[in-house]
């Protein structure tokens, strides 16, 4: 007979630093995960190891972020800094963030602390 265990390695993963966890709201239209490394940056928040960024559209049509690790308190991240409004987007595994406004896709991507999104270019699809 086999023993069964129970796991509770990510049972803190999603908490805050309140010790709230996530909750969904019905005014979120898409989620997505994107593995972001760790942070190399001199600021101690920034250093520390969250591995994944969890997006999300608000209903302001913003793309949001919460930063998760493993054993540390979710923390909202620093987002997606531009006065733009967004229909959908969608990710890859390249850290990299595709956008649609409108006719336009912008493309986002980590700087090199692998912390804050940058726009790495604009294609007008409108021809």
Known sequence: MKKKVECHF???????SH????????HLSQLAWVRTGHGR??????????????LYMSF????EENRVGVDIPRIVGPGFDVDMDFDSFATN???TV???SGSDIVV????TDGWQWKV????????
């Open 108 to 111: 986002f991507r980590l700087d």
């Open 93 to 95: 595994d390249n850290k």
């Open 120 to 127: 790495d270019g604009i294609v007008n699809t409108a021809i």
């Open 98 to 100: 595709y956008a649609k």
């Open 19 to 26: 010790g709230k966890g996530v909750y969904l709201s019905s």
């Open 10 to 16: 990510l049972d803190k993963t999603f908490l805050d």
């Open 41 to 54: 940056s001199q600021d101690p928040a920034q250093t520390l190891p969250y591995e994944f960024a969890l």
């Open 60 to 63: 302001r049509e913003k793309i």
